[in-house]
């Protein structure tokens, strides 16, 4: 004889399996994926690199939404309140580490309202200057710093920005006066030093590196490790100042409560991607860098971001909204 309490059992059985095979069945129609900036960025040219080829391997449709605004917060504050069935996947950038200390009353929580996925790149920013400037190395640059009683003028791409973030470490590192001149964007930062109107710029070092190979701008070095495919001549910044390090860096985050189960499997998907030959040459074409790696991974990376580039903004003081 069936009694209510049998019902109960079996009805809450049939959701759960309901739930289990939606999970296995992911993604059963298109993802969006949010991109928390305008179209043509870093990220938005990475991320569509990606998500382009993991539709083609697993033949299902992952479709950008660029939502830019706000240093990436407008973005970032509709996924994080987005249902969490993995048909909303947000793909930020090294912002998500620096917002959560220079924005101050936002409406949501890094920490609590996004779970990290997967690590997809990595770019080092390229130390730029104008021709004219008589410097060829970081030592040069350091030297002409602590020789202007006035400071040097570096250009960025906008208060908050990693490469203002990287002029101010620089600074500190140095110890010498930096003046912070800010732009909005990089792409007019990098004219004005082509012209010569600003003459250092942390620039970012896939949009600046065709710039340098045609000595437009002179690349002194880059904020990475090692030599990079397309400059292998432009030494990194920490051959000079040792544990130097800055770089853009892309993720893909989904809202807290996504199943454990529909995280591993993009994860896993994107590692593929990443194994690819032609994605392999195009993003060394444009100096990311990659590497295969688990949520805990970048879990862990994300955290480390956050504390380093939350130090550098609470010691310049940099405040936003």
């Known amino acids: 004889m069936l009694t209510r309490r049998h019902l109960l059992l079996a009805g809450a059985a049939s959701i759960a399996a309901g739930a289990a095979q939606a999970q296995a069945d992911w993604p059963s129609r298109p993802v969006r994926v949010i991109v928390p900036y305008p179209p043509a960025g870093g990220a ?9 080829k993991l539709s083609e391997l697993w ?23 987005s249902d969490p069935d993995g048909y909303t996947v947000l793909y930020d950038a090294t912002a998500f580490s620096v917002n959560p200390t220079l924005y101050q009353n936002l409406t949501f929580s ?3 309202d996004f779970q990290p996925v997967f690590l997809a790149s990595l770019v080092p920013n390229i130390l730029l200057v104008t021709p004219s400037v008589e410097a060829k190395t970081v030592a040069d640059v350091i030297a002409l710093a ?12 906008g208060n908050g920005t990693l490469q203002h973030l990287c002029l101010e470490l620089f600074a500190r590192r140095i110890g010498a006066k930096i003046n912070h001149i800010p732009y909005r964007g990089g792409g007019l930062a990098l004219n004005d030093v082509v012209a010569g109107q600003v003459k250092y710029f942390f ?31 432009l030494p990194a910044v920490q051959d000079t100042l040792p544990g130097f390090e800055a770089y853009e860096w ?12 529909i995280i591993k ?20 074409s444009l100096n990311v860098d990659f590497r295969e790696n688990t949520p805990a991974d970048f879990a862990a990376f994300v955290a480390e971001e956050t504390d380093k580039w ?3 903004v609470r010691e310049a003081n940099i405040k936003i909204g």
Do not use: M
Request: net charge positive; aromatic share 4%; charged share 20%.
């Open 310 to 312: 939350g130090k550098v």
């Open 59 to 81: 033949g299902k449709q992952f479709v950008v939404d660029n939502r830019g605004g706000a240093g990436g917060t407008i973005g970032e504050a509709q996924a994080a309140k």
């Open 265 to 284: 499997k993009l994860n896993a998907g994107l590692n593929e991607v990443l194994r690819q030959p032609d994605i392999v040459a195009k993003l060394k």
């Open 146 to 157: 602590k020789a202007a009683p006035d400071g040097l003028n570096f250009a960025s791409s």
């Open 44 to 52: 938005d040219t990475v991320g569509r690199i990606l998500f382009q």
């Open 203 to 233: 620039s970012n070092g896939s949009s600046s590196v065709g710039l340098v190979q045609a000595g437009t701008v002179k690349g002194i070095a880059h904020t990475g490790k090692g030599r990079l495919l397309t400059l292998p001549n």
């Open 110 to 112: 890094y920490a609590k």
């Open 250 to 261: 892309n993720g893909v985050f989904v809202p807290t409560g996504t199943s454990p189960e």
